[in-house]
């Protein structure tokens, strides 16, 4: 049976490519929002962007997020992530910049999101601990068959690794 996992992902540059990913088949994703959606949500402010974030990674256990050239430090993303981890999912991170976009387009490789995001009161980087996978290959396609293949073992150990803190 597929995991029921919540997709973190820089809608404007890299929608395309994550619905590449979502469209796997693997895991069950979160239904994405449309732009009128989303357009809404954000008129209601930050609660209701929290709320929404809530409501759709509800049922959840694993938060995959999809990184693209800017993914790292965005505001949103970053409270996904954290909102991820103490609500005890699962938390992974996979490159797409890889994958071609609907101009057959591909990106230069973000940052690590884990990097700025700290564990513990040490300032431990939640990067120790959480794995963020840079698909291998020469082409799209190699890149997509990696992600393909990798994608739902990626999800169970990232809820193995969560388990474990």
């Known amino acids: 049976m597929a995991r029921k996992c919540f997709y973190s992902f820089h809608y404007k540059p890299d929608c395309h490519r994550a619905s590449q990913v979502r469209n796997i088949g693997a895991i ?3 239904k994405s929002a449309s732009d009128n959606d989303w357009e809404a949500v954000t008129k209601g402010g930050d609660e209701e962007i929290k709320k929404w974030i809530a409501n759709q990674m509800k049922g959840r256990t694993c938060a ?6 800017n993914t790292a430090n965005r505001k949103w993303i ?10 005890g999912l699962g938390v ?14 591909t990106s230069e490789k ?4 884990f990097d700025s995001i700290k564990f513990d009161d040490a300032g431990k980087k939640l990067s120790s601990i959480v794995k963020c996978y840079n698909p291998v290959g020469a082409t ?3 890149r997509y068959d990696w992600i393909s293949t990798h994608l739902s073992n990626a ?3 990232a809820i193995e690794i969560r388990g474990k803190y």
């Not at 970053?78 to 609500?87: C, F, G, L, R, V």
């Not at 490159?95 to 387009?105: A, R, T």
């Open 28 to 30: 069950e994703g979160n």
């Open 64 to 69: 995959i997020v999809l990184v693209g050239t």
């Open 78 to 87: 970053s409270y996904e992530i954290i909102k991820a981890w103490n609500d």
């Open 92 to 105: 992974v991170g996979m490159h797409i910049h890889g994958l071609k976009n609907l101009n057959s387009e």
């Open 110 to 113: 973000g940052s690590n999101p």
């Open 140 to 142: 799209s396609k190699d």
């Open 155 to 157: 999800v169970e150990e």
